[in-house]
């Protein structure tokens, strides 16, 4: 089993900057691929960022590109994703995923992690 638990969402302005972590737990917990996704009110769910555990491949959506960063600690259990120039539409409930079974299709899709956090919410106001 693994437990996942995000934190770091709050409120800001358009323009800041927020951290949001993920500590992964687990008596089974080696992950190949960790992820943040986020659904806003009436969406689906999309890929935002990913991050090849071994090699430490990095992935992200066009839409946060240059503004977002991906990254674990040297433990490889604490997930983080640094968010700058914050946009109103990257108002969501942000998730954190784990792949613990190494396959893998598409690093920022849904389908292909296996644990999920329970979110954290992040709210951009202009």
């Known amino acids: 089993q693994v437990r996942l638990v995000e934190s770091g969402g709050e409120s800001v302005q358009a323009g800041g900057s927020l951290r949001l972590s993920c500590a992964g737990s687990g008596s089974s917990y080696i992950t190949y691929y960790m992820g943040w996704f986020r659904q806003a009110p009436g969406k689906e769910r999309e890929g935002v960022a990913a991050i090849s555990s071994r090699g430490s491949s990095t992935y992200y959506a066009d839409s946060v590109k240059g503004r977002f960063t991906i990254s674990q600690n040297s433990a490889k259990d604490t997930l983080y994703l640094q968010m700058d120039s914050l946009k109103p539409e990257d108002t969501a409930m942000y998730y954190c995923?784990?792949?613990?079974?190494?396959?893998?299709?598409?690093?920022?899709?849904?389908?292909?992690?296996?644990?999920w956090g329970q979110g954290t919410q992040v709210t951009v106001s202009s």
């Open positions: 995923a784990a792949n613990t079974d190494g396959t893998m299709s598409n690093p920022l899709g849904k389908f292909d992690y296996n644990y």
